[in-house]
């Protein structure tokens, strides 16, 4: 595994952006009342939200940056750098981080840069965006400011005749703002993936391994009330499920272990939002009190890179607002990949959620 240290560099404040159109899972066609309970017992969500056709992940994530941006009182021509972490960019390419660049009115010397991993997107590309920031050459170290954009919409590329795919993901796109900071606590982090199990979470055809034919648009029955063609979303979600509550824990713990840190001193464990029997297997195996491990399941669903951030903008928005905190974030999931953090943040600001 891959530990790494970012000193001097410190997260400014977190918002979020989802779509206004919500989708209670109660309505699902494939869904009766009794397979409705148990779903909702199962993975927590009660309902998501979908974008309309028109809205691409970057828009919720512009909208996200715009109020943030507005709320810290920065003057984007102080902002280095731009990371975008999504696997539903605006196009195959360009990349979509220079279109945001403009559409942010950011400068043209703005490093911008697009991350396609998906449930561990967030602490990966907190990795990178922390590394530049903590380098860059610029003399002025109150014009050290960075953006990182994550989020998804999945909705777009889930199968509505897929009970194990479609009522679980939402959509959203988050903005976190970090800025140069001497003598900030350090951020830690442990990072792993294993391509070998990639078949776990994909998506058949629409790349260049396998180009789009006629046959990409034919629905498959894989499974009991799953259907889907090979341009959406394939979950095998028992492999999903054994690797989440092993590699999870193992995450954590070696992030623990390798930078000395007494779990009972963080304040917050905020994870990937899988589902909740599996987090809740997570959470019962580093044995940490319910308190600390925040969820937004219910209303918002698997939001893929989106889902720490969105967690603690919509659960504990007024603690990042008026204290200081110590937490522990994990993702886990497509690729495989999966990384665990531990960070800190003094009376952040913490936006109000966006709804286009």
């Given amino acids: 595994m891959a530990f790494l240290q970012v000193n001097n560099i410190r997260i400014s404040g977190l918002s979020a952006c989802v779509p206004k159109q919500i989708d209670e899972n109660a309505n699902f066609h494939l869904f009766d009342g009794e397979s409705y309970k148990n779903f909702v017992a199962t993975t927590g969500i009660e309902r998501k939200r979908f974008a309309a056709n028109e809205i691409c992940t970057s828009d919720l994530c512009v909208a996200a940056a715009e109020k943030l941006i507005a709320d810290l009182g920065w003057n984007k021509e102080e902002i280095s750098f731009l990371v975008f972490v999504t696997q539903t960019p605006d196009y195959i390419l360009p990349a979509t981080s220079p279109l945001i660049q403009d559409k942010l009115g950011l400068s043209k010397d703005c490093y911008t840069l697009d991350i396609s991993l998906g449930c561990s997107g967030w602490v990966y590309a907190m990795s990178v965006i922390t590394s530049l920031l903590n380098h860059s050459l610029d003399n002025e170290k109150n014009s050290k400011k960075a953006i990182l954009l994550a989020g998804d919409t999945i909705s777009k590329i889930c199968s509505s005749t897929d009970k194990s795919t479609f009522p679980l993901f939402g959509d959203a796109g988050t903005a976190t703002a970090l800025e140069f900071s001497e003598n900030a606590t350090p951020i830690l982090f442990s990072m792993n993936s294993d391509g070998a199990s990639y078949q776990s979470i994909r998506i058949n055809d629409g790349g260049f391994r396998n180009f789009v034919s006629d046959s990409s648009f034919e629905k498959i029955t894989r499974g009991d009330g799953i259907e889907s063609d090979n341009l959406q979303l394939i979950l095998e979600g028992m492999d999903v499920f054994s690797f989440g509550i092993k590699r999870a824990p193992e995450s954590v713990n070696s992030l623990l272990e390798r930078f000395d840190i007494d779990k009972h001193t963080v304040d917050y464990f905020i994870f990937h939002q899988a589902n909740m029997f599996m987090n809740e297997q997570i959470r019962k195996k580093l044995k940490l009190e319910k308190e600390k491990v925040p969820y937004s399941l ?42 665990s953090m531990y960070f800190e943040t003094d009376k952040i600001v913490c936006s109000k959620l966006v709804e286009i």
């Avoid at 939001?303 to 928005?317: G, H, N, R, V």
């Avoid at 007024?318 to 110590?326: G, R, S, V, Y």
């Fill in 298 to 339: 219910k209303n918002f669903g698997n939001t893929s890179s989106a889902t720490i951030p969105l967690t603690m903008i919509t659960e504990l928005q007024n603690e990042l607002i008026n204290k200081k905190l110590k937490h522990i974030a994990c993702g886990f999931g497509v690729g495989l990949s999966w990384g």
